[in-house]
Nanobody, 124 residues
Framework: VQLQASGGGLVQPGGSLRLSCVASGITSDYYTIAWFRQAPGKEREGVSCISSSDGSTYYADSVRGRFTTSRDGAKNTVYLDMRNLKPEDTGVYYC??????????????????WGQGTQVTVSS
Protein backbone atom coordinates (compact mmCIF):
# COMPACT_ATOMS: atom_id res chain seq x y z
CA VAL A 1 0.00 0.00 0.00
CA GLN A 2 1.22 3.46 -0.88
CA LEU A 3 -0.34 6.73 0.24
CA GLN A 4 0.63 10.07 -1.25
CA ALA A 5 -0.53 13.21 0.56
CA SER A 6 -0.37 16.64 -1.03
CA GLY A 7 -1.93 20.09 -0.96
CA GLY A 8 -0.33 21.65 2.08
CA GLY A 9 0.92 25.19 2.19
CA LEU A 10 0.92 28.52 3.96
CA VAL A 11 -2.47 30.09 4.61
CA GLN A 12 -3.72 32.98 6.69
CA PRO A 13 -6.02 32.44 9.66
CA GLY A 14 -9.57 32.04 8.42
CA GLY A 15 -8.40 30.66 5.10
CA SER A 16 -9.00 27.30 3.43
CA LEU A 17 -6.98 24.45 2.01
CA ARG A 18 -7.73 21.12 0.38
CA LEU A 19 -5.46 18.16 1.04
CA SER A 20 -5.46 15.07 -1.16
CA CYS A 21 -4.39 11.52 -0.40
CA VAL A 22 -3.93 9.20 -3.37
CA ALA A 23 -3.93 5.53 -2.43
CA SER A 24 -2.53 2.63 -4.41
CA GLY A 25 -2.07 -1.05 -3.78
CA ILE A 26 -5.20 -1.51 -1.65
CA THR A 27 -6.68 -4.89 -2.49
CA SER A 28 -9.72 -4.84 -0.21
CA ASP A 29 -13.00 -3.08 -0.95
CA TYR A 30 -13.47 -2.32 2.76
CA TYR A 31 -11.00 -0.04 4.43
CA THR A 32 -10.66 3.17 6.40
CA ILE A 33 -8.48 6.13 5.52
CA ALA A 34 -7.72 8.73 8.17
CA TRP A 35 -6.02 12.08 8.39
CA PHE A 36 -3.64 12.78 11.25
CA ARG A 37 -1.54 15.80 12.07
CA GLN A 38 1.50 16.46 14.15
CA ALA A 39 2.66 19.83 15.41
CA PRO A 40 6.26 20.39 16.54
CA GLY A 41 6.80 18.94 20.00
CA LYS A 42 3.35 17.36 20.12
CA GLU A 43 2.00 13.88 19.64
CA ARG A 44 0.35 12.85 16.41
CA GLU A 45 -3.40 13.35 16.64
CA GLY A 46 -6.27 12.07 14.56
CA VAL A 47 -8.25 14.62 12.56
CA SER A 48 -10.79 12.67 10.55
CA CYS A 49 -11.46 9.30 8.96
CA ILE A 50 -13.69 7.90 6.24
CA SER A 51 -15.00 4.45 5.42
CA SER A 52 -14.64 3.08 1.90
CA SER A 53 -17.91 1.15 2.08
CA ASP A 54 -20.49 3.89 2.66
CA GLY A 55 -18.46 7.05 3.14
CA SER A 56 -19.15 7.26 6.86
CA THR A 57 -16.95 9.84 8.54
CA TYR A 58 -15.73 10.72 11.99
CA TYR A 59 -14.04 13.92 13.16
CA ALA A 60 -12.02 15.12 16.08
CA ASP A 61 -13.87 17.66 18.21
CA SER A 62 -11.25 20.28 17.40
CA VAL A 63 -12.08 20.25 13.68
CA ARG A 64 -15.73 19.19 13.53
CA GLY A 65 -17.73 21.76 11.59
CA ARG A 66 -14.63 23.22 9.92
CA PHE A 67 -13.07 20.22 8.19
CA THR A 68 -14.74 17.81 5.76
CA THR A 69 -13.31 14.55 4.51
CA SER A 70 -14.59 12.92 1.34
CA ARG A 71 -13.55 10.29 -1.17
CA ASP A 72 -13.48 9.73 -4.91
CA GLY A 73 -13.38 5.98 -5.50
CA ALA A 74 -12.69 6.34 -9.19
CA LYS A 75 -9.53 8.31 -8.42
CA ASN A 76 -8.58 6.32 -5.30
CA THR A 77 -8.34 9.65 -3.54
CA VAL A 78 -9.43 10.91 -0.15
CA TYR A 79 -9.73 14.62 0.46
CA LEU A 80 -9.58 16.84 3.51
CA ASP A 81 -11.24 20.19 2.98
CA MET A 82 -10.21 22.60 5.69
CA ARG A 83 -11.86 25.95 6.21
CA ASN A 84 -11.71 28.67 8.84
CA LEU A 85 -8.18 27.55 9.59
CA LYS A 86 -6.59 28.54 12.87
CA PRO A 87 -2.93 28.82 13.88
CA GLU A 88 -3.40 25.73 16.05
CA ASP A 89 -4.17 23.73 12.89
CA THR A 90 -0.51 24.10 11.90
CA GLY A 91 1.38 20.85 11.53
CA VAL A 92 2.38 18.05 9.20
CA TYR A 93 -0.70 16.27 7.93
CA TYR A 94 -0.54 12.56 7.18
CA CYS A 95 -3.01 10.17 5.64
CA UNK A 96 -3.06 6.60 6.83
CA UNK A 97 -4.88 3.35 6.18
CA UNK A 98 -6.29 1.24 8.98
CA UNK A 99 -4.94 -2.26 9.45
CA UNK A 100 -8.30 -3.85 10.27
CA UNK A 101 -10.65 -2.79 7.49
CA UNK A 102 -13.57 -0.67 8.61
CA UNK A 103 -12.86 1.14 11.85
CA UNK A 104 -14.03 4.69 12.47
CA UNK A 105 -11.34 5.48 14.98
CA UNK A 106 -8.73 8.19 15.23
CA UNK A 107 -6.39 6.19 17.42
CA UNK A 108 -2.93 5.84 15.87
CA UNK A 109 -2.69 2.18 16.88
CA UNK A 110 -5.29 1.16 14.29
CA UNK A 111 -3.23 2.48 11.36
CA UNK A 112 -0.21 0.80 9.87
CA UNK A 113 0.20 2.29 6.38
CA TRP A 114 1.22 5.97 6.31
CA GLY A 115 1.87 8.58 3.69
CA GLN A 116 4.83 10.94 3.79
CA GLY A 117 3.01 14.00 5.15
CA THR A 118 2.34 17.48 3.87
CA GLN A 119 3.02 20.69 5.81
CA VAL A 120 0.17 23.03 6.67
CA THR A 121 1.09 26.38 8.19
CA VAL A 122 -1.56 28.80 9.35
CA SER A 123 -0.03 32.17 10.03
CA SER A 124 -0.51 35.83 9.27
Amino acid sequence: VQLQASGGGLVQPGGSLRLSCVASGITSDYYTIAWFRQAPGKEREGVSCISSSDGSTYYADSVRGRFTTSRDGAKNTVYLDMRNLKPEDTGVYYCAKASVGLVLSLQVRWYDDWGQGTQVTVSS
